[in-house]
């Protein structure tokens, strides 16, 4: 089945520097990709839609500057996550589709201190 | 905007028990809907997907089942294990490429 990497699983970095997750899919071409954002015992918010070879889709009140996508092929996808804050420090997960469902990565959980 | 609710929050059972968890959601004109497992700081993990013109989808001892019309789903885990024990989620997709959460059931089934 559809496979999707995501890494790193864990990074800590000091605020206002900037952190780089990578999503790829492994065995199958996606021309979307999606990042989420989770915060304790809440749901998955969709952040932005991530298009191969265009600029991504940000959802309402997040801030493109900050979350910057780039999904320069059509197995890789990231989320630089800019002068991060505390405030940042989350669990941010990605997706995408082969066709048939949705497959996600395995989450990546950033702590900013 | 779709908005989705998992009832109940939490749920706590004996390992060998059946069980159903649920699922609304407010906007019916969903293409499928998809139930996941999610463990503990991971991600998530699809368990079943249901097209929106089917009624239900089976794998193993899981049985999903829609109810597109009503705005419902349900998810039954029949013997259950403790290796069961994980947040479920579903997730209706609505539109182009918008899959909406809801908040989860916890599920703990204890030895």
């Known amino acids: 089945g559809a496979v999707v990497s995501q890494h790193p699983s864990r990074v800590i970095c000091k605020s206002g520097t900037s952190v780089k997750i990578e999503c790829r899919s492994l065995d199958f071409q996606a021309t979307t990709m999606f990042w989420y954002r989770q915060f304790p015992k809440k749901s998955l918010m969709l952040m932005a839609t991530s298009n191969e070879g265009s600029k991504a889709t940000y959802e309402q009140g997040v801030e493109k500057d900050k979350f910057l996508i780039n999904h320069a092929s059509l197995t890789l996808s990231t989320l630089t996550v800019t002068s991060a804050h505390p405030e940042d420090s989350s669990f941010y997960i990605c997706s995408a589709s082969e066709g048939y469902g949705y497959t996600f990565g395995s989450g990546t959980r950033l702590t900013v201190v | 905007k779709q908005e989705v609710t998992q009832i109940p929050a939490a749920l706590s059972v004996p390992e060998g028990e059946n069980l159903v968890l649920n699922c609304s959601f407010t906007?019916?004109?969903?293409?499928?809907l998809q139930w996941f497992r999610q463990d503990p700081g991971k991600g998530l993990t699809s368990l079943l997907l249901?097209?929106?013109?089917?009624r239900e989808q089976t794998s193993g001892r899981l049985n999903a089942s829609l109810d597109k019309s009503s705005g419902r789903s349900t998810l039954y885990i029949a013997a259950s294990q403790p290796g069961d024990s994980a947040t479920y989620l579903c997730?209706?997709?609505?539109?182009?490429?918008?899959?909406?959460f809801g908040t989860g059931t916890r599920l703990t089934v204890i030895p």
């Open positions: 906007d019916s004109a969903i293409y499928n």
């Open positions: 997730a209706p997709l609505t539109g182009a490429n918008n899959l909406f």
């Open positions: 249901i097209q929106s013109s089917q």
